[in-house]
């Protein structure tokens, strides 16, 4: 059996319950209404029987059916009021199964892709410090070989951090510290570190306006910043353009990351925060990544009291735009 027919197994006994529970109070509600047709049948019958005047027989009948109309006003009542609160539980039964679903999907994802992102860099590194131990290689090499295995040994490290910064994100045990500082000064120093031990084919460019000042937890930000513009790495061609520009339009802030890849589809832009949610399936996915970034970047900015929002790039591409407000 594939896991299709595992996942709709459940679903198909669900909608066979409620077949089964529909057909019960549809029998019940109609035998209900023959009851007390027969009911008022045996009555007029026995008023009959009794020896009374035509007349009172027929002010009796029309009694005994004014009742009988009043039973099935009350029954076609509770019976709507039944159907609606089923259909009610049908529905957020439903929702909740989808969303299980989806979210166990979208973990079976996480786990495949963080073991790929786990393993690489490691087996990566080990390669490097293998062929400086087994190989007489030149001063050049040796540094060269040496730089590599930082950048590996980086790439592990933020992947650790991403995964335990989401569990304490989940725990509800993070918190932020924001102190003022010079925003322009400390996004450039960031970058720099960055793309000096990372391995990119992009070409990076800074537009960073000086001076600009803001009230900031300087331990959250690069995880801000440097999720966005590794996310814009995954996705961009190589030797295409990314922009990174941090600009002041008044009481806003604005952090802007601009790539030329293939974009984000329109009925994907609400989703892409979600935690470990990414577009397509990891089995046929080529690019890197977790299904983290993206989600404790919005989780941050929520936290700075700031807002993401994702817009096309012309002539392709996407911006990743947050705005903090001083």
């Known amino acids: 059996m594939n896991s299709g027919d595992k996942k709709s197994r459940p ?3 669900f909608y066979v319950l409620v077949a089964y529970v529909f057909l019960q109070f549809s029998w019940w509600t109609y035998s209900m209404f023959q009851l007390n047709n027969e ?3 045996l009555k007029t019958e026995l008023n009959l029987l009794k020896g009374e005047s ?5 002010l009796k009948g029309n009694e005994i059916n004014d009742r009988l109309h009043k039973r099935w006003i009350m029954i076609s009542s509770e019976g709507a009021f039944f159907i609606g609160l089923l259909l009610l539980g049908i529905y957020q039964i439903r929702k909740t199964f989808k969303k299980e679903s989806e979210l166990a999907h979208q973990q079976k994802n996480f786990l495949l892709s963080v073991t790929h992102e786990l393993k690489s860099p490691i087996a990566s590194a080990k390669l490097q410090l293998q062929t400086l131990e087994k190989r007489e290689l030149s001063r050049e090499k040796q540094l060269e070989i040496i730089q590599n295995a930082i950048a590996d ?8 951090e991403n995964i335990l910064l989401a569990a304490r994100i989940d725990n509800s045990v993070y918190s932020i510290n924001k ?11 960031i970058l720099l570190r960055s793309i000096h031990s990372s391995d990119h084919k992009q070409r990076i460019t800074f537009k960073i306006d000086s001076g600009i000042k803001l009230k900031i937890d300087k331990n959250s930000y690069p995880s801000i910043l440097l999720n966005l513009v590794e996310n814009a790495i995954k996705y961009a061609p190589a030797d295409s353009e990314i922009v990174v520009s941090l600009k002041q339009n008044g009481q806003k ?10 974009g984000i589809p329109e009925q994907e832009k609400e989703n892409i925060f979600q935690k470990f949610y990414r ?4 089995e046929t996915r080529k690019t890197k990544g977790t299904g983290l970034g993206l989600y404790i970047v919005n989780y941050l900015v929520t936290l700075h009291n700031g807002t993401i929002a994702v817009k096309n ?14």
């Open 11 to 13: 679903l198909f006994i």
């Open 39 to 41: 009911i008022s049948t």
């Open 54 to 58: 035509a007349e009172d027989v027929i």
């Open 153 to 160: 040994t980086e790439r592990l490290n933020t992947l650790v």
């Open 179 to 189: 102190e003022e500082c010079d925003l322009s000064t400390l996004t450039q120093d």
């Open 253 to 262: 802030i604005i952090l802007s990351v601009i790539d030329q890849g293939n």
């Open 279 to 282: 577009i397509g399936s990891e």
């Open 313 to 326: 790039n012309t002539p392709k591409g996407s911006i990743f735009e947050v705005t903090f407000y001083i």
